[in-house]
């Protein structure tokens, strides 16, 4: 079975940084899209950043220029570097997989950025 597992969250100052990680278990590193997504009290759930099978990456107009998308293969992991933090991106992060016809998504990773 299939598992996406985040960590990288928490607490942290407007400016600061943090970097998400999402290990696959269950399954081979083998994707169409990772992508990290978020999703704050009273909104929609959102795209942060995507990476596809081919290296292509996008990023939400929000965390563009701050926020880093990369893959580990030997680890089975994906990671979301984020810089420049603002109150604003405060969320709940979640880390999803497609693989053919098929999505796994993780349980989700607090962030909080105070001001």
């Known amino acids: 079975q299939v598992q996406l597992v985040e960590s990288g969250g928490g607490l942290v100052q407007a400016g600061g940084s943090l970097q998400l990680s999402c290990v696959v278990a269950?399954?081979?590193?083998?994707?169409?899209?990772m992508g990290w997504y978020r999703q704050a009290p009273g909104n929609e759930r959102e795209l942060v950043a995507r990476?596809?099978?081919?290296?292509?990456?996008n990023y939400g107009d929000s965390v563009k220029g701050r926020f880093t998308i990369s893959t580990n293969k030997a680890r089975n992991s994906v990671y979301l570097k984020m810089n420049s933090l603002k109150p604003e991106d405060t969320a709940v992060y979640y880390c999803r997989m497609a693989f053919g016809s098929a999505e796994k998504w993780g349980q989700g990773t607090q962030v909080t950025v105070s001001s």
């Open positions: 990476i596809s099978a081919n290296g292509d990456t």
């Open positions: 269950g399954r081979g590193f083998s994707f169409s899209t």
